[in-house]
């Protein structure tokens, strides 16, 4: 997908963004909510926030056995949501989706979603005072611990031979000052601030699928790479995984950033205006993904202003090469 952030695309306001999604299948309520009101109602009913943007919030869909990539998403705004997954396609509004959950009636989910409205109220002064708090951007993570990690990859012919069968060379293992923990059994990504200063670190195991994020790692206020993509031009590809953004990059495309999750901010959004008048969305063949990368277009245009085109592409990648299709 490409977005050019000076010209014209033809899908203009938010109720035709939600009709492409597949909200107005059915009749859509005029109902508004408060920014975390909808956030509020469907965690009280036991279901966990996976990512969310501006305007939509992310989770695994309760209909059916969605374990691996979040499938559902709701809008912020009027509680309409759906699951993406053809096989299942739930939908409706907040009301319904109480009611299918937690097997209630109409009154007693129209209760709980008004009780809800009222927590919000009563913890809206506190709320505003931590908004109000100063509070640094970041906190440095040790650039000594990432330098002896790098060191320890080289001593590891295990890891090495994991990131080669990554597709990851070894030029990119120095470029990006890749390390290895051989007390963790992870191989390890730095993640930086937009102006390079080292906040993180992602971690994966190199015998099954475990990832391990250093704590608090500040993902919504930054992106895998863009402290060096942003040196290189106006144009970024965007990519979900730092591998992923890795094997672009030595595909001859430095100008990539990873956004480390199947979500994207506010903040990342304000990141990409700042530094970037085109982007180039590049997706795996999951739907899951595109569905992520559509997501994420809507709201990158929709924070930026109306009257812009956009150019859809599809991605194929394999660990070995990438292919245009």
Same mark, same amino acid.
């Given at each position: 997908?490409?977005?050019?952030?000076?010209?014209?695309?033809?899908?203009?306001?938010?109720?035709?963004?939600?009709?492409?999604?597949?909200?107005?299948?059915?009749?859509?309520?005029?109902?508004?909510?408060?920014?975390?009101?909808?956030?509020?109602?469907?965690?009280?009913?036991?279901?966990?926030?996976?990512?969310?943007?501006?305007?939509?919030?992310?989770?695994?869909?309760?209909?059916?056995?969605?374990?691996?990539?979040?499938?559902?998403?709701?809008?912020?705004?009027?509680?309409?949501?759906?699951?993406?997954?053809?096989?299942?396609?739930?939908?409706?509004?907040?009301?319904?989706?109480?009611?299918?959950?937690?097997?209630?009636?109409?009154?007693?989910?129209?209760?709980?979603?008004?009780?809800?409205?009222?927590?919000?109220?009563?913890?809206?002064?506190?709320?505003?005072?931590?908004?109000?708090?100063?509070?640094?951007?970041?906190?440095?993570?040790? %650039?000594?611990?990432?330098?002896?990690?790098?060191?320890?990859?080289?001593?590891?012919?295990?890891?090495?031979?994991?990131?080669?069968?990554?597709?990851?060379?070894?030029?990119?293992?120095?470029?990006?000052?890749?390390?290895?923990?051989?007390? %963790?059994?992870?191989?390890?990504?730095?993640?930086?601030?937009?102006?390079?200063?080292?906040?993180?670190?992602?971690?994966?195991?190199?015998?099954?699928?475990?990832?391990?994020?250093?704590?608090?790692?500040?993902?919504?206020?930054?992106?895998?790479?863009?402290?060096?993509?942003?040196?290189?031009?106006?144009?970024?590809?965007?990519?979900?995984?730092?591998?992923?953004?890795?094997?672009?990059? %030595?595909?001859?495309?430095?100008?990539?950033?990873?956004?480390?999750?199947?979500?994207?901010?506010?903040?990342?959004?304000?990141?990409?205006?700042?530094?970037?008048?085109?982007?180039?969305?590049?997706?795996?063949?999951?739907?899951?993904?595109?569905?992520?990368?559509?997501?994420?277009?809507?709201?990158?245009?929709?924070?930026?202003?109306?009257?812009?085109?956009?150019?859809?592409?599809?991605?194929?990648?394999?660990?070995?090469?990438? %292919?245009?299709?």
């Amino acid at each position: 997908m490409e977005v050019l952030n000076d010209s014209s695309w033809y899908i203009c306001g938010k109720e035709e963004g939600m009709a492409i999604r597949g909200h107005n299948t059915r009749e859509a309520s005029s109902t508004k909510y408060a920014p975390d009101h909808i956030k509020s109602v469907i965690k009280s009913i036991g279901i966990n926030v996976a990512g969310e943007t501006n305007s939509e919030i992310a989770f695994y869909c309760p209909f059916h056995n969605n374990t691996h990539s979040p499938s559902c998403s709701i809008s912020k705004e009027t509680g309409a949501w759906l699951c993406f997954n053809p096989a299942c396609g739930e939908s409706g509004t907040i009301v319904d989706l109480i009611k299918k959950v937690l097997h209630k009636n109409d009154f007693e989910a129209i209760r709980l979603v008004a009780s809800k409205e009222n927590e919000i109220l009563d913890n809206f002064d506190q709320a505003l005072a931590e908004a109000l708090e100063d509070k640094p951007d970041f906190k440095e993570f040790s %650039q000594e611990t990432l330098d002896n990690l790098y060191l320890e990859l080289a001593n590891s012919k295990e890891a090495l031979d994991y990131f080669k069968s990554r597709g990851i060379n070894e030029e990119a293992v120095n470029h990006f000052k890749l390390g290895y923990s051989n007390k %963790q059994g992870m191989v390890i990504v730095p993640v930086h601030s937009p102006d390079g200063t080292p906040v993180g670190l992602v971690g994966r195991s190199i015998t099954d699928k475990r990832f391990k994020n250093s704590t608090n790692l500040p993902r919504s206020k930054t992106m895998f790479n863009i402290h060096r993509a942003k040196r290189v031009g106006d144009h970024v590809i965007i990519v979900e995984s730092s591998f992923d953004a890795i094997r672009v990059h %030595q595909a001859g495309f430095p100008n990539v950033v990873a956004t480390l999750g199947g979500h994207i901010s506010p903040v990342n959004i304000a990141l990409l205006n700042k530094y970037f008048n085109k982007i180039t969305i590049m997706t795996d063949a999951e739907w899951q993904a595109e569905i992520w990368a559509f997501i994420l277009l809507i709201n990158f245009v929709i924070k930026t202003s109306c009257g812009r085109r956009m150019n859809m592409v599809r991605y194929i990648h394999t660990r070995q090469k990438m %292919q245009v299709i």
